[in-house]
């Protein structure tokens, strides 16, 4: 049996979170927040999940000098704008655990017109740095691997969060092999907190069975789009006109998922890039970066200011 930290502690405040979204007051209507989708050089993990297909690697110094100078441009370029910016930093590798990561979502968060910094992160990194950041405006997507920590610590590391206040999503890939550990994440954590799945393997229809299909809907509300990606092609995004994806060069393309260069962050006119087009995409949209931005999908309405941290608004509380 596992020795976890009660439920009550753990969510201490979290349906107050859960409505209280950084952003949702004095954003001018006239200029929507432009949401900047950050990857940079960093490739080094210090986890190695067989089912991750980011690069797994150790950083060299040189490297990571390469990646904190990539990334405090990127620091003073947002400093230097007017307009409402949130930034998703979308890492290769792990980068909380890399002190420049840190600093700048330090930084990034106490910008009066940035209205949330958020990153990908498998929640192993330092956790005290959080008190010196403008903690309603940090949003954390922490990913659980069960091969690579344990959930009693993992579950501890998120009553810290909750108890310094800062947002913050959970979630775990749907392997079947991780049930078993989905379904205890899901027990440890308080009802009332959003547990996002993602689908594994989306080969054929055959890896779900109905009943794992309705077990995992009835935990994840949103999974469905993991799962069954919708074609995207031809369909209506904000990326391009309300989110940019940006590299450690500061180039610049709609999404992750469309190479087509639109230009410089750091030479070319920010205006210039922000344009409105239907999606080209030739293959479904199936992660959740992507399709998020979708016209036609619930995620900016569910999930408010929370959307690039994977934070819904409200949600009815599941048990596992």
Request: with cysteine.
């Amino acid at each position: 049996m596992l020795s976890m930290l009660p439920a009550a502690a753990l969510g201490q405040a979290q349906p107050a979170r859960q409505a209280e979204q950084p952003g949702r007051q004095g954003e001018q209507a006239a200029q929507p927040v432009l949401s900047l989708l950050y990857r940079g050089t960093l490739s080094g993990c210090n986890y190695d999940c067989a089912y991750c297909p980011f690069a797994k690697r150790r950083d060299s110094r040189a490297k990571l000098a390469r990646d904190a100078a990539e990334v405090a441009r990127l620091v003073a370029w947002v400093g230097a704008q007017e307009r409402p910016i949130s930034v998703l930093f979308t890492p290769w590798g792990e980068g909380m655990i890399r002190r420049h990561y840190r600093d700048a979502i330090t930084a990034l968060s106490g910008m009066a017109h940035v209205r949330q910094v958020a990153i990908q992160t498998n929640l192993s990194g330092p956790l005290a740095w959080l008190e010196q950041a403008e903690r309603g405006k940090v949003g954390l997507w922490c990913t659980y691997h069960p091969s690579q920590v344990r959930l009693e610590r993992f579950v501890e590391r998120c009553a810290r969060l909750a108890r310094m206040g800062v947002h913050f999503s959970v979630g775990i890939v749907a392997m079947r092999e991780h049930f078993d550990d989905i379904r205890a994440l899901r027990a440890a954590l308080p009802g009332q907190h959003y547990l996002w799945l993602n689908a594994y393997d989306r080969r054929g229809p055959g890896y779900y069975q109905a009943e794992d299909l309705a077990w995992l809907d009835a935990i994840d509300p949103w999974f469905r789009y993991s799962r069954n990606p919708e074609m995207s092609r031809g369909k209506a995004c904000r990326a391009g006109s309300e989110a940019l994806s940006v590299d450690g060069d500061g180039e610049v393309q709609r999404c992750h998922f469309l190479p087509q260069r639109l230009g410089n962050l750091y030479q070319d006119r920010l205006e210039a890039m922000l344009v409105e087009k239907p999606c080209s995409r030739l293959r479904a949209c199936d992660c959740y970066i992507g399709y998020a931005h979708r016209q036609q999908l619930p995620f900016y309405e569910d999930f408010g200011a929370g959307v690039l941290a994977r934070i819904p608004l409200r949600l009815v509380p599941v048990q596992g």
